[in-house]
């Protein structure tokens, strides 16, 4: 029996379960580029180019095991465009009985899959994703009977599980969470950054150059800079960048976690999430070389246990989210948003120097970090009750990290509350103020971030108290938010006035502005 095995392009990991009984002497293994997967969307062409060249280099490690592997190029005269196409066309090929694969983390392609068994007419056998320490069944489980699915609890279970940071039954430091030590404002968390050494980068090799030329001929239509392309696109080199993250970065992660400042786009953070994403760097082992730094003293609790409830506590549960959710969660809008997304987003030409700023950078760089995404364009999307349908697909398209399983939870989720509080148990809404001490965008901005209302206010403070009023009838039984409604309710009808009118002509000339790509 001769077997196929589908690799997806996130799925680029030895010990991928598709691999697990592999016979380099019996099997063969496809691997290809297709324009289908490269424009559902259309992701960022650094976002293309990471996974191509991620998925050459990684045929090149399995045929170095001595497997034969069809890799089918997103050029090849032949390359039919689509997955099933040419998954069709490499069992011909092979006379192949039995297609294996990965489940697949969208669950688009995985509906699609599970059509292929009757399409192909021959077995095909799906198997789970064992990359993630919770299965869906185990979610699932865990969700059931729950009146709130909350992350801490969740996150909790999964330090038991994995034995992280735990002493015997009992959390390290008597504590499961110190988050209270962390989120330094911008001031204090800048500290000595800038003598920080500086980020790694890896130099475009010859295959990697190969796709740039690709990917800079078919998709520079997409918004995105190419140039100066620098990720890791092997195992090797993405754990040279977790290496020098968890010697360099790792003792300042929990202090400078919320900070933003227009200089530095990092900060402290990671910059794993693309290798994790694609299976370039194991999930666990990442976490337990943070715990070993911690153990020998070179980091401090704040600061991995912070990193680790990242990936065991969020990931894991927004993954989980969404396969208990989906398909229902993708049409989510539960506060009946739906103005369009303003050509800022694409354009970083707006007033706005935290929206410019943030925007800027994802052009460049295709990656923000977290407070960037949740407090500066997320939340300006929430305030402005844009679509969150919209919302979704700009995620999904601008970061090169963006799968749906992740970005979706976390936008439609954490972000626009458009689950009604499933996910999060309050918006992440916020006025100027708030950005202005995360921050030092607030310097460089033409608004004024002190002034309330009128001209040159800074348009979030308006916005801020519009959203609450205009979202009171469903907001203001929130528990978390009655001391912001007491605010409300104590100010002056005329101040309300003023907040509400300010936040309507901002919008009106918001709504005037040609959409993106009318010129
Ligand atoms: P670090 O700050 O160094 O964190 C370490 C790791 O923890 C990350 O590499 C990531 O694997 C994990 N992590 C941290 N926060 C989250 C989270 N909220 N959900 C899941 N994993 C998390 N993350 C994605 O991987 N893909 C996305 O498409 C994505 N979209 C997002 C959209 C919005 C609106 C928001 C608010 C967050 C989104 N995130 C997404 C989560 C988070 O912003 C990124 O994981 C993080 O910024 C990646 O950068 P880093 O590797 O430097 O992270
Ligand atoms: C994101 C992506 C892109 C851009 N291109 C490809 C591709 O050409 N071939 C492929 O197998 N996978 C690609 N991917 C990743 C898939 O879209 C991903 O496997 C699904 O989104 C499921 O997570
Ligand atoms: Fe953003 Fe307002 Fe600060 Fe300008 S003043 S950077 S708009 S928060």
Same mark, same amino acid.
């Given at each position: 029996?001769?077997?196929?095995?589908?690799?997806?392009?996130?799925?680029?990991?030895?010990?991928?379960?598709?691999?697990?009984?592999?016979?380099?002497?019996?099997?063969?293994?496809?691997?290809?580029?297709?324009?289908?997967?490269?424009?559902?969307?259309?992701?960022?062409?650094?976002?293309?180019?990471?996974?191509?060249?991620?998925?050459?280099?990684?045929?090149?490690?399995?045929?170095?095991?001595?497997?034969?592997?069809?890799?089918?190029?997103?050029?090849?005269?032949?390359?039919?465009?689509?997955?099933?196409?040419?998954?069709?066309?490499?069992?011909?090929?092979?006379?192949?009985?039995?297609?294996?694969?990965?489940?697949?983390?969208?669950?688009?392609?995985?509906?699609?899959?599970? *059509?292929?068994?009757?399409? +192909?007419? =021959?077995? $095909?056998?799906?198997?789970?994703?064992? !990359?993630? &320490?919770?299965?869906?069944?185990?979610?699932?489980?865990?969700?059931?009977?729950?009146?709130?699915?909350?992350?801490?609890?969740?996150?909790?279970?999964?330090?038991?599980?994995?034995?992280?940071?735990?002493?015997?039954?009992?959390?390290?430091?008597?504590?499961?969470?110190?988050?209270?030590?962390?989120?330094?404002?911008?001031?204090?968390?800048?500290?000595?950054?800038?003598?920080?050494?500086?980020?790694?980068?890896?130099?475009?090799?010859?295959?990697?150059?190969?796709?740039?030329?690709?990917?800079?001929?078919?998709?520079?239509?997409?918004? *995105?800079?190419?140039?100066? +392309?620098? =990720?890791? $696109?092997?195992?090797?080199?993405?754990? !040279?960048? &977790?290496?020098?993250?968890?010697?360099?970065?790792?003792?300042?992660?929990?202090?400078?976690?919320?900070?933003?400042?227009?200089?530095?786009?990092?900060?402290?953070?990671?910059?794993?999430?693309?290798?994790?994403?694609?299976?370039?760097?194991?999930?666990?082992?990442?976490?337990?070389?943070?715990?070993?730094?911690?153990?020998?003293?070179?980091?401090?609790?704040?600061?991995?246990?912070?990193?680790?409830?990242?990936?065991?506590?969020?990931?894991?549960?927004?993954?989980?989210?969404?396969?208990?959710?989906?398909?229902?969660?993708?049409?989510?809008?539960?506060?009946?948003?739906?103005?369009?997304?303003?050509?800022?987003?694409?354009?970083?030409?707006?007033?706005?120097?935290?929206?410019?700023?943030?925007?800027?950078?994802?052009?460049?760089?295709?990656?923000?970090?977290?407070?960037?995404?949740?407090?500066?364009?997320?939340?300006?999307?929430?305030?402005?009750?844009?679509?969150?349908?919209?919302?979704?697909?700009?995620?999904?398209?601008?970061?090169?990290?963006?799968?749906?399983?992740?970005?979706?939870?976390?936008?439609?989720?954490?972000?626009?509350?458009?689950?009604?509080?499933?996910?999060?148990?309050?918006?992440?809404?916020?006025?100027?103020?708030?950005?202005?001490?995360?921050?030092?965008?607030?310097?460089?901005?033409?608004?004024?971030?002190?002034?309330?209302?009128?001209?040159?206010?800074?348009?979030?403070?308006?916005?801020?108290?519009?959203?609450?009023?205009?979202?009171?009838?469903?907001?203001?039984?929130?528990?978390?938010?009655?001391?912001?409604?007491?605010?409300?309710?104590?100010?002056?009808?005329?101040?309300?006035?003023?907040?509400?009118?300010?936040?309507?002509?901002?919008?009106?000339?918001?709504?005037?502005?040609?959409?993106?790509?009318?010129?």
């Amino acid at each position: 029996a001769r077997h196929l095995i589908l690799l997806l392009g996130d799925q680029l990991s030895p010990e991928i379960s598709s691999l697990r009984d592999a016979d380099p002497a019996r099997d063969h293994l496809l691997l290809c580029e297709v324009m289908e997967e490269a424009t559902y969307v259309r992701h960022h062409p650094k976002k293309i180019a990471f996974l191509f060249s991620a998925m050459r280099h990684f045929a090149e490690v399995l045929e170095a095991k001595g497997f034969s592997v069809d890799y089918v190029r997103l050029d090849d005269p032949d390359n039919s465009g689509s997955l099933a196409g040419e998954v069709q066309r490499a069992l011909r090929r092979m006379r192949a009985d039995r297609l294996i694969a990965t489940e697949a983390g969208e669950y688009r392609l995985a509906e699609a899959m599970s *059509g292929w068994q009757r399409a +192909f007419n =021959l077995p $095909v056998e799906i198997r789970e994703d064992d !990359r993630f &320490l919770c299965s869906k069944a185990e979610f699932a489980a865990w969700a059931e009977g729950r009146k709130q699915l909350r992350m801490e609890y969740f996150y909790r279970d999964m330090r038991r599980k994995t034995g992280l940071l735990m002493q015997g039954d009992q959390p390290e430091g008597g504590r499961w969470n110190f988050d209270a030590d962390n989120r330094k404002p911008a001031a204090q968390a800048a500290g000595d950054l800038f003598s920080a050494p500086r980020r790694r980068s890896i130099a475009p090799d010859r295959i990697t150059q190969e796709v740039l030329a690709l990917v800079g001929a078919r998709f520079s239509h997409h918004f *995105g800079v190419l140039d100066g +392309f620098d =990720l890791a $696109v092997t195992a090797e080199d993405a754990v !040279r960048l &977790l290496d020098d993250f968890v010697t360099h970065h790792l003792p300042d992660f929990g202090d400078r976690q919320d900070a933003m400042l227009a200089g530095d786009p990092v900060l402290s953070h990671s910059l794993l999430s693309f290798y994790i994403n694609a299976g370039l760097l194991d999930p666990l082992a990442v976490c337990r070389k943070v715990e070993a730094a911690y153990r020998a003293g070179r980091a401090p609790l704040n600061a991995a246990e912070g990193f680790i409830r990242q990936i065991i506590g969020w990931r894991e549960y927004v993954r989980g989210i969404y396969w208990l959710k989906m398909p229902g969660y993708l049409d989510s809008n539960a506060l009946e948003a739906t103005r369009p997304m303003p050509a800022f987003y694409w354009t970083g030409e707006t007033e706005m120097a935290c929206i410019a700023t943030v925007v800027r950078q994802t052009r460049d760089l295709a990656y923000a970090h977290h407070i960037q995404r949740l407090m500066i364009t997320g939340n300006f999307a929430l305030l402005a009750g844009i679509d969150p349908q919209a919302v979704h697909r700009w995620y999904l398209e601008v970061y090169a990290d963006a799968y749906e399983w992740v970005e979706l939870p976390n936008v439609i989720g954490m972000s626009q509350f458009a689950d009604g509080g499933l996910l999060g148990s309050k918006p992440y809404a916020a006025g100027g103020s708030y950005i202005n001490r995360m921050s030092d965008y607030c310097s460089g901005c033409g608004y004024d971030v002190k002034k309330k209302t009128g001209e040159g206010a800074c348009p979030f403070n308006a916005l801020y108290w519009d959203f609450l009023a205009r979202q009171e009838a469903r907001l203001k039984g929130n528990r978390r938010l009655a001391t912001v409604y007491a605010a409300w309710g104590r100010m002056t009808e005329a101040q309300q006035a003023a907040y509400r009118e300010s936040a309507a002509a901002f919008l009106k000339a918001l709504d005037a502005l040609p959409a993106y790509g009318e010129g």
